[in-house]
């Protein structure tokens, strides 16, 4: 693991006290507490109860045991105050292609709407429309939103009736300074819309 490379200089050598747990395994088990959501204390159990975790775990449990939490809560400590281990982790993904920086990522969602629903003139609201999406039809508005990718934080909330195309409120999503969007297939074709064209 390219993060044990990193924490190496930074990890316990052994030399005075009790050998410390090899650092692949505290940072194996480590990663599923992440992962799962787990305390220190359920993800000690965890691995002990679900095969597939022993054996990422990769652990002979004739010769050993799984790190109890009190070595893991010992462990956390040195992540936060290096965070070398996060910035090797994010380098991998960045060159396999897994990790998106930066850029927006566009989506929306249908918000239905009872048709029996009447303004004060006994009308439907004129905001809403019907759509049909698959082989159901749908009554109400349309929620347009455009994420940061980065950070996963919503910066643009854009309300239609349910009939708009995602694609032609599109722009309206994007920043001057995203590099990339990313988008469903609703969204084939943006670079050819006029006024993407006439902001660029």
């Known amino acids: 693991m390219s993060g044990c490379h990193a924490l190496c200089p930074h990890y316990p050598s052994g030399k005075r006290g009790r050998p410390p747990i090899a650092i692949d395994i505290i940072l194996r088990i ?3 507490q992440c ?3 787990l305390s220190d204390e359920g993800v000690e159990d965890a691995i002990y109860d679900i095969y ?3 054996k990422f ?4 449990f004739l010769a050993m045991d799984v790190p109890d939490a ?12 290096y965070a070398l281990f996060f910035d090797a982790i994010n380098r991998c993904l960045k060159s396999a292609g897994r990790m998106m920086c930066g850029g927006i990522i566009a989506d929306a969602t ?5 048709r029996s629903t009447k303004n004060t003139k006994k009308e439907c609201d004129p905001e809403m429309h019907q759509t049909k999406k698959g082989n159901q039809w749908h009554f109400g508005m349309k929620c347009h939103t455009g994420v940061d990718a980065g950070s996963g934080f919503v910066h643009t909330v854009e309300m ?11 722009t309206k999503l994007l920043r001057e300074n995203a590099e990339v969007v990313y988008g469903d297939s609703a969204y084939l074709g943006i670079e050819k819309r006029e006024e993407l064209q006439n902001n660029a």
């Open 70 to 81: 009190t070595t893991l809560l010992k462990f956390r400590p040195l992540l936060e105050k």
């Open 30 to 32: 480590y990663l599923l």
């Open 57 to 60: 775990m990769g652990i002979n």
């Open 52 to 54: 597939s975790m022993r």
């Open 160 to 170: 239609t009736a349910a009939n708009v195309h995602d694609i032609t409120v599109a």
């Open 110 to 114: 249908l918000i239905s709407a009872f």
């Open 35 to 37: 992962r799962f959501t």
